[in-house]
């Protein structure tokens, strides 16, 4: 069925291209696409230890011995608040966090590993590694080098690009 442009619902008319071929070949979609495989790739890895992802990132945050607000992880995840509240919720519930009160913040409560979630920090950070180390061996050495500094060089001037036409 055509419509009345004379082109199938979504196909491109000659010369266009669709929404979706578009996307697909931005650089913004591949770099997200890769951050996808290696987040879901590791969130399988981390599975074994009854841990999500997004809570092994609060244990690595939490790893150097520093407690910390939910605030504070918040912005260090990228996430919100309530979502980071639920996050150290789940992980308080597991024995791995605990949270008390802030010598310097009567109203803030300040987050930080148990001995328990200490040692699942280091098992996930290993299984984290593991992951990045078999994406290195799948790649030549000169070829990790070099999406690395492309990775590099697009983190350096995508600040300063201009905006628009």
Known sequence: MTSSAGSRKGEAR?????AATESSSTLGFHLKRAEQVLIARKASAVRALDLTEPQCKVL????????KS?????????????TMTGIVKNLEAKGL????????HGRVMLVSLTEAGADRAAAASDLAHSVEASLRE???????????????????????LALGP
Not at 148 to 157: F, K, M, Q, S
């Open 70 to 82: 939910c605030t504070q992880l918040s912005r260090e995840a990228l996430v919100t608040s309530q």
């Open 97 to 104: 966090v605990q949270r008390h009160a802030s010598p310097d």
């Open 60 to 67: 690595g945050f939490l790893a150097d011995g520093a407690a």
């Open 138 to 160: 799948a790649m030549t050495t000169e070829d990790y080098d070099h999406l690395l500094a492309l990775l590099r060089r697009v983190t350096a001037v995508a600040p300063e």
């Open 14 to 18: 000659p010369g266009e291209t669709s």
